[in-house]
T-cell receptor
Framework: GNSVTQMEGPVTLSEEAFLTINCTYTATGYPSLFWYVQYPGEGLQLLLK?????DKGSNKGFEATYRKETTSFHLEKGSVQVSDSAVYFCASRAGARQLTFGSGTQLTVLP | DAGITQSPRHKVTETGTPVTLRCHQT?????MYWYRQDPGHGLRLIHYSYGVKDTDKGEVSDGYSVSRSKTEDFLLTLESATSSQTSVYFCAISEGSDTGELFFGEGSRLTVL
């Protein structure tokens, strides 16, 4: 079956630090990959996605590249802000019927 | 924002009572999903629907049932709530493409005493 493993949290960084959250997946075939973000008290919002190998998804300064050879989709941002504090979820979708999520990584950015 | 409304947003109930959570969409999307979110587990799929009266089980379906009599509504029922079902429940919708995103509701927090 499909599964997603992401870096355990929590992660605490100072403002303007570099962020990496690791994510690896197992799937049959070639899934689409997603990063979702959840701000306190809210539902999940799509942050970025990539649908095939070597695609790079990007949004709001965040980037992630679909690496088929390492089955990875690591999330990066060059300079985090306090407003980036949230829970980040990696997810994969192999087929139309469902999305499989990682366990989430809590990020706290300190001023 | 995708038109997804969950109700109730908060509920406290006692063990053994029935509970129904409602998800309503205005996007006419084919797929609807119920997930639960628990610390350390991320989001886990309970049930999903791929059309009116077409539903299937997810990975944590025991103790839950669903119904979809109209495109816009997807109901999640706990026939006899247990404390292990205390969680935050999220509804999501999707057009169904395997490259498309899911859009999530704001969540329903259920506490079973």
């Amino acid at each position: 079956g499909n599964s997603v493993t992401q870096m355990e949290g929590p992660v605490t960084l100072s403002e303007e630090a570099f962020l990496t959250i690791n994510c690896t997946y197992t799937a049959t075939g070639y899934p689409s990959l997603f990063w979702y973000v959840q701000y306190p008290g809210e539902g999940l919002q799509l942050l970025l996605k990539a649908t095939k190998a070597d695609d790079k998804g990007s949004n709001k300064g965040f980037e992630a590249t679909y690496r088929k050879e390492t089955t990875s989709f690591h999330l990066e941002k060059g300079s985090v802000q306090v407003s980036d504090s949230a829970v980040y979820f990696c997810a994969s979708r192999a087929g139309a019927r469902q999305l499989t999520f990682g366990s989430g990584t809590q990020l706290t950015v300190l001023p | 924002d995708a038109g997804i409304t969950q109700s109730p947003r908060h509920k406290v109930t006692e063990t053994g009572t029935p509970v129904t959570l409602r998800c309503h969409q205005t996007e006419n999307h084919r797929y609807m999903y119920w997930y639960r979110q628990d610390p350390g587990h991320g989001l886990r799929l309970i049930h999903y629907s791929y059309g009116v009266k077409d539903t299937d089980k997810g990975e944590v379906s025991d103790g839950y049932s669903v119904s979809r009599s109209k495109t816009e509504d997807f109901l999640l029922t706990l026939e006899s709530a247990t404390s292990s079902q205390t969680s935050v429940y999220f509804c999501a919708i999707s057009e169904g493409s395997d490259t498309g995103e899911l859009f999530f509701g704001e969540g329903s927090r259920l506490t079973v005493l």
